[in-house]
């Protein structure tokens, strides 16, 4: 189980994302970014947890975002195909790959409409009870609370979640400044961990060394409070300097013009470590990790895992297999220094660096 | 039949990029980009195959590139697989898939080692010869030439694929400044369809606008000529403003920083109306296009080919999707004039803009 | 005097940077910035006080940044001028300039290497007591304690210059995080009100924005000790948002390359703005301010002074001046709108737009 | 004499930018850029014409730019005074300086708005002449026609200067496209010269490595022709890569937020080098270069020319004045190789490195 691997001090690789990924795909809409692709299309879901497994994926994530039928309805994507349906394949799916590789099936729960229209903790527990009524009657092993802005509401989660006696693994997607009630994030761990939550930590909204920040913070807040979880982060694949509060959504390119703000191989390479450094076991990403960021994870920590994902077959380390490219200077690249160092440009002189974020999320 | 279609006016959508995407993904080695995913994971090369159809693509070509055995033999990347049998599985994989959607098949064969090391029209001819062979044993509709630096060698393989009585595309990667020898693009076409291609263009190697531009060239060659032939496109996916002959591949960020010069799919809208008002009708991609940018190019121009593509159903016209957002910042981008005015930031300060491209490529 | 007009709440116009421009027009040395030009060229430093008066200067600082003699001494820029010679002609000219437009001399002390060398309180303070003997038997009319990174040396200036019993400003060279020995904003205020400075704030090393910040910080630290004082700004004219305690010292560009992070007249507007409104009523600039940028302080504050400067008779307001300009496209620049809104192009598409500053003043 | 020098094959420096540099100074209005302060300020004008000077200029030109009384009245700037007092009082201005150095004496005469409005050669001529007779009182060594959009105007320029017998010198603000006509460099240096022009060129509204190229084409349209003249180039001291035919002017940072694409001296240095390869030997600047700018043409051709500029007592070569900083970091800047490489940033990461420049030019 999750546990066990994380107790006896194993480093855990995450798999990337699948909403943003299937969009470019073309089977998820952005916008209410639902999952209804696991019934719709389960080849390309499928495929794509093969791609992560892969790139060395330890825990492959149920296709279940935004799968709450509160979610499901007002986003208009769905009219013939029920949660229960879509939750039903997405087990599946996950656990059908899972299977081929040895790896860990997690069950995703997110944030609700509810929530925020009723913020009433019966209701919202309704619907988490559900969900995990649906999971329970798959065979899954863990369960990941995720893309949470308010502590509050994932709290509520990890209590429903943790009647079932599975581990349960909380993220929020907040920046260093805390939720969106303002709640630190040291202090939204501490909540979280006294609800119940085994594993606590970020995902998504932010860029991964943000990422790691906020974990940190949470991991002294725990200090503080004499508590002990594990930590896991699972952020964006995107650079996003300027952002805070509000994350990537409150960018001028979300969601359709983030192409260049994607991080290379040689940025998850840092990422890893960063997080590897500051006690951080369980590592993957969010919206905009691809199968080669995964990848990049897994190879920057081969050494302490003792072994190269499947995918490194098709990848020498630092560039290498450009060893024999015919272009001479294309073979010089064939070296950590060349790629840890490179700046890259952006081909688009007419574009700044920086963005000017909507500072409207206080108001929703 | 290819030519019917182009005959009749209509719009032709290519595919877009295999190596690099199947690289991402986790099936290709960078360096000598060889094809053995048909053999050794042909799911993943099917699942591509589907998305770019579902995204409009009206041709699916085989994943052959640089698949002479000269090629895969220098690789190194491939021992126990033939040639012979990724050809075969490449057509039977591209075959069951545009069978799926009424698409036609390509055989595609690319520029040989032999080439550049004995200039040997025998021998190089003999390669070409060898890989006809083995797509005339299986169902496909045309030939693509493609990925030729040397009008030369183009001209060699177009004269051994005619002798199959199949239509012939021909695809050169060249800059507005020529081929290798410094051989004009005008000059370039003329040489082509002089040796029996009945559609000539460019792939790869530069970016969207350079490609329409280098083929207007060839257009104009042609007629001054005196000769006629179908125009095609297939350029990068990535921003390249300082690349001239070398192209892409002369970019420090080649081939593992390119992130940031990937286009958005509002910059292929912009490249595919080019295309088409420049007299292309073969309009697709190469190295960085992803699903959603042959998309891109099958709603920009629904309206000439009288359908959207089946991927559009994921995908509101211009941002239509999010019109239902939960920001109200995010529903202000549901329209055409925000993405088409929008230059998207890099979140990368120290990054530049532009980058200096190595020019060794002449004593190469 | 300058007190009488911060109490009667009038706003004070500091002058700009003198050995940065004088630099530029070939009679100051970078390096050590000593200001052997009042002695040598005298034409060339009265013609700048004349730039800075006519731009709207309040007050007209003595030209005798850095002229301790242990500082000239190392700096071997002067062999047979002394710093009493120095400083005699610098007061002339102070004098003689700001006589002509009814403004004030303030006698600038900055630190000196004595400080570094020795931290003895006997010797800085017996290398303050001669400079302030020079002064007095000039006429000048308020002391200005200038550019120390310790508030400590800064202290020992205000105490030994208050023996006077003229006015004294001193303005730090610090950033947010506070002096070099990590004494906060805050904390350095308190301690010169302390010492008998009338008025506070800092000046160089960090861009206006950043400076505005920093004296706020220093009001707060004020008014939570019960104390008051006026408060002052004398920024640099260079955009620095990588850099902190450091300051622009620390920056790849210094001295030499720093053009393109220049303020723009309209970026003044800004400042002298937030300035404003942060209660600072002594507002000038350091290095990087030209006589223009001095104007913009003047022009933005033209409604609270009740007077434009005599240099706005060659400057239409936001571009006013530009009204019959012969290009059409140029007229329509005559108007705030443009000009506030406008972000400039580098037209240096290699260039990033941050730097890595170097770090290592700490170990210095 | 000026063609003396040159013919002697020696380096003739030129000064730097008058109007820009005063209106930052307080002393000229943007817009019409008309040169009245040569009488309402003689002094700030003096001290330019002796920075010029003291960098190394081989010539001072009298402040007349603009000087025709067509535009004068246009310009609304001048009320009282006449177009015959600003020349009498520019050239005792540029001769007092010139004198002290043992610098030339150039009598400038710029483009009318009268050829414009009339076409007229008569009376376009009648105003050049009334300029050269004021120029004749005084004791000028040779004129420049400077800042001509047209070719043909030039020419009625250098025909109606060339009556006088003194040299002229003919420089044209047109770009490698060629004049507002379309009339290419080559063909325009080809007129020039018959027209008379003893030295031909170009200055402002361009680049320098733009102006240096122009410069090659009329070197070579003189080649072809069989003619001979000295070359000459003053161009822009501004980055302005995205400009053609129209110029800076056509930039929106015009002229008012130019900062950030100022060169710095080692653009300078380069510049310098290659005018010199390229032939020319009359190197000067326009707009944008400031004393120390014109320090850096002297600097970079010292070895040519046998000496330093007085200016560069107060500049160690190549930074050299920085071996002995305080910080270390900052000593390790005293050579050649680091600042010869730096990419300068701009500090601006909400800017882009290029601008879209108004196209109206053509009709207008």
């Keep these: 189980?999750?546990?066990?691997?994380?107790?006896?001090?194993?480093?855990?690789?995450?798999?990337?994302?699948?909403?943003?990924?299937?969009?470019?795909?073309?089977?998820?809409?952005?916008?209410?970014?639902?999952?209804?692709?696991?019934?719709?299309?389960?080849?390309?879901?499928?495929?794509?947890?093969?791609?992560?497994?892969?790139?060395?994926?330890?825990?492959?994530?149920?296709?279940?975002?935004?799968?709450?039928?509160?979610?499901?309805?007002?986003?208009?994507?769905?009219t013939t195909i029920t949660g229960a349906q879509i939750n039903d394949a997405a087990c599946n799916l996950a656990g059908e790959v899972a299977n081929e590789g040895?790896?860990?099936?997690?069950?995703?729960?997110?944030?609700?409409?509810?929530?925020?229209?009723?913020?009433?903790?019966?209701?919202?527990?309704?619907?988490?009870?559900?969900?995990?009524?649906?999971?329970?009657?798959?065979?899954?092993?863990?369960?990941?609370?995720?893309?949470?802005?308010h502590v509050e509401e994932a709290v509520w989660a990890v209590e429903v979640l943790k009647s079932?006696?599975?581990?349960?693994?909380?993220?929020?997607?907040?920046?260093?400044?805390?939720?969106?009630?303002?709640?630190?994030?040291?202090?939204?761990?501490?909540?979280?961990?006294?609800?119940?939550?085994?594993?606590?930590?970020?995902n998504c909204h932010l860029d991964p060394l943000t990422g790691v920040r906020t974990v940190k913070m949470m991991k002294e807040g725990l200090e503080k409070a004499g508590l002990r979880a594990h930590l896991m982060v699972q952020?964006?694949?995107?650079?996003?300097?300027?952002?805070?509060?509000?994350?990537?959504?409150?960018?001028?390119?979300?969601?359709?013009?983030?192409?260049?703000?994607?991080?290379?191989?040689?940025?998850?390479?840092?990422?890893?470590?960063e997080a590897y450094k500051a006690g951080i076991r369980y590592i993957g990403g969010c919206c905009g990790f691809e199968p080669y960021h995964i990848r990049a994870i897994a190879e920057e920590l081969s050494a302490e895992r003792g072994f190269l994902p499947p995918g490194s077959e098709k990848h020498g380390l630092w560039g290498a297999a450009l060893e024999f490219h015919t272009k001479p200077w294309v073979r010089a690249r064939a070296r950590r220094e060349y790629w840890e160092n490179l700046l890259p440009a952006s081909g688009r002189p007419k574009c700044p660096s920086m963005a000017t974020p909507a500072d409207g999320y206080q108001n929703d």
């Design 235 to 273: 952020p964006l694949g995107f650079h996003t300097p300027e952002c805070n509060i509000g994350g990537y959504v409150s960018l001028p390119e979300f969601p359709f013009a983030l192409e260049t703000r994607a991080m290379t191989r040689w940025d998850v390479h840092k990422y890893a470590r």
């Design 102 to 149: 040895g790896a860990l099936v997690a069950g995703g729960v997110s944030q609700t409409p509810c929530y925020l229209k009723t913020n009433s903790e019966t209701e919202v527990k309704a619907i988490f009870k559900k969900q995990m009524d649906y999971f329970l009657q798959k065979d899954i092993d863990f369960f990941i609370v995720e893309f949470f802005e």
């Design 1 to 78: 189980g999750i546990l066990e691997r994380l107790n006896a001090g194993e480093v855990v690789v995450g798999d990337g994302g699948y909403v943003m990924q299937l969009e470019r795909r073309g089977y998820v809409k952005a916008g209410h970014w639902t999952p209804e692709a696991a019934v719709e299309h389960p080849e390309a879901v499928r495929q794509l947890h093969k791609e992560f497994l892969r790139a060395g994926a330890d825990v492959i994530q149920t296709f279940t975002f935004y799968c709450s039928d509160d979610k499901l309805e007002l986003s208009g994507n769905v």
């Design 164 to 202: 079932s006696r599975k581990p349960v693994a909380a993220t929020l997607c907040i920046a260093p400044q805390g939720d969106m009630n303002g709640v630190p994030p040291g202090e939204c761990a501490v909540r979280l961990v006294k609800a119940g939550a085994d594993i606590v930590g970020i």
